[in-house]
């Protein structure tokens, strides 16, 4: 079953703020970020549930951009994942 991906605007302005950074720091940077950030959201699309809930129904994918750890937050209502924020794996992500 293929699932649809929906894109919180959470997840889209987080991106956002992400592309910025990494353009400013070095030119083509960002799209490397984007791009790996919609192969990771194709890969979700096919197997929502190749990665572990990690706080109720949350679920965390982690992209990898260079020396660059990130994570998609996402919860699974089928037939949907709900692509909610993207993070710095050192944020606190947690709700609180």
Partial sequence: MKYTVEVRDTFRESIDEVYEYH???KSGE???VLEAVWDKIEAL???PK???I???DI???PVKVKYFQYHIIYRIIEP???AIDFVSQSSDWLPS
């Fill in 23 to 25: 353009e400013k720091r």
């Fill in 50 to 52: 190749m990665y572990q």
């Fill in 54 to 56: 990690r706080y109720d």
């Fill in 59 to 61: 679920r965390v994918a």
């Fill in 45 to 47: 699309e096919l197997n």
């Fill in 30 to 32: 960002g799209s490397d």
């Fill in 80 to 82: 949907k994942v709900i």
